[in-house]
């Protein structure tokens, strides 16, 4: 079948999903495809993917599931029943089961989901004295992603209609309730530090932060510690102090050390 494009769908607070997939679509053979990046909440473009593009949809593991407001943002996308690719980026714990839960949500939406992956990113509770896959993801991982597009790509080329690809399986448990994330808490911010730039405010996927007299100020309601803010302030005034975030830190900096690599699938 022929394929003319490529639109990447991306929920991604700290930018490494929407790198691993562009890679991917560039081992596809698209150096400019159509990017809908909906991890901002002012982002409310709906789009509709025609049948002869490949949709490549991307987001963030949180506790082995989809990212909070991953699931409704990626439902504005909706599709003629195309091909699709799924990708599903952790942090070098597990991914469990966020592929199966967006490959199913991809499916619900009006796509033909041929391929999924599971790549690797540097975790968002990574810190230069607790890393956890710093650097992630790397030469390495990128040239396996862009493999993997180029197998994706040939695949299609090779089939006269998506009827003649079989169905595609991934790992996981398909989950029965949404996944409501953390609440309640947050990141703290020093005020001393703080320069009142709002740069945080600005990359809060969550719309989570305001600027109250030239200080941030957190809902922590819809805060799902993604750590965008903290990546993005440049005075260093954003930390993690919630003991309960600390201890999965701990946790996860002694037990998730060893690489994983990425796992692609392909029908």
Same mark, same amino acid.
């Given at each position: 079948?022929?394929?003319?494009?490529?639109?990447?769908?991306?929920?991604?607070?700290?930018?490494?999903?929407?790198?691993?997939?562009?890679?991917?679509?560039?081992?596809?053979?698209?150096?400019?495809?159509?990017?809908?990046?909906?991890?901002?909440?002012?982002?409310?473009?709906?789009?509709?993917?025609?049948?002869?593009?490949?949709?490549?949809?991307?987001?963030?593991?949180?506790?082995?599931?989809?990212?909070?407001?991953?699931?409704?943002?990626?439902?504005?996308?909706?599709?003629?029943?195309?091909?699709?690719?799924?990708?599903?980026?952790?942090?070098?714990?597990?991914?469990?089961?966020?592929?199966?839960?967006?490959?199913?949500?991809?499916?619900?939406?009006?796509?033909?989901?041929?391929?999924?992956?599971?790549?690797?990113?540097e975790h968002s509770f990574?810190?230069?004295?607790?890393?956890?896959?710093?650097?992630?993801?790397?030469?390495?991982?990128?040239?396996?992603?862009?493999?993997?597009?180029?197998?994706?790509?040939?695949?299609?080329?090779?089939?006269?209609?998506?009827?003649?690809?079989?169905?595609?399986?991934?790992?996981?448990e398909l989950p029965s309730?949404?996944?409501?994330?953390?609440?309640?808490?947050? $990141?703290? !911010? %020093?005020?001393?530090? @703080?320069?009142? +730039?709002?740069? &945080?405010?600005?990359? *809060? #996927?969550? /719309? =989570?932060?305001?600027?109250s007299k030239k200080k $941030?100020? !957190? %809902?922590?309601?819809? @805060?799902?510690? +993604?750590?965008? &803010?903290?990546?993005? *302030? #440049?005075? /260093? =005034?954003?930390?993690?102090?919630?003991?309960?975030?600390?201890?999965?830190?701990?946790?996860?900096?002694?037990?998730?050390?060893?690489?994983?690599?990425?796992?692609?699938?392909?029908?």
């Amino acid at each position: 079948m022929r394929i003319t494009n490529a639109h990447l769908i991306a929920y991604s607070p700290t930018g490494t999903t929407l790198k691993n997939i562009s890679h991917l679509a560039f081992g596809m053979g698209f150096s400019g495809p159509k990017v809908t990046n909906l991890t901002l909440p002012k982002e409310r473009e709906e789009s509709l993917v025609p049948r002869e593009s490949v949709a490549i949809f991307g987001a963030p593991v949180y506790a082995g599931r989809v990212a909070p407001h991953a699931v409704d943002r990626l439902k504005r996308v909706k599709g003629e029943g195309g091909p699709a690719v799924v990708v599903a980026v952790y942090g070098n714990r597990a991914y469990e089961n966020a592929l199966i839960e967006l490959k199913h949500l991809v499916e619900e939406q009006g796509f033909h989901v041929v391929a999924a992956a599971a790549l690797l990113a540097e975790h968002s509770f990574s810190s230069d004295k607790k890393p956890l896959a710093k650097g992630r993801p790397d030469s390495q991982d990128l040239a396996a992603a862009e493999d993997f597009g180029r197998e994706v790509r040939d695949r299609l080329e090779r089939v006269e209609g998506l009827s003649a690809m079989s169905q595609l399986q991934v790992p996981g448990e398909l989950p029965s309730e949404p996944f409501a994330g953390l609440s309640g808490m947050s $990141p703290e !911010t %020093d005020a001393s530090l @703080c320069k009142g +730039c709002g740069l &945080c405010v600005d990359a *809060c #996927p969550a /719309g =989570a932060l305001s600027l109250s007299k030239k200080k $941030p100020v !957190t %809902d922590t309601t819809c @805060c799902t510690y +993604c750590l965008a &803010c903290l990546r993005t *302030c #440049p005075s /260093g =005034a954003i930390s993690v102090t919630t003991p309960f975030i600390l201890e999965i830190v701990e946790k996860l900096y002694a037990n998730c050390q060893a690489r994983c690599e990425p796992e692609f699938f392909l029908s």
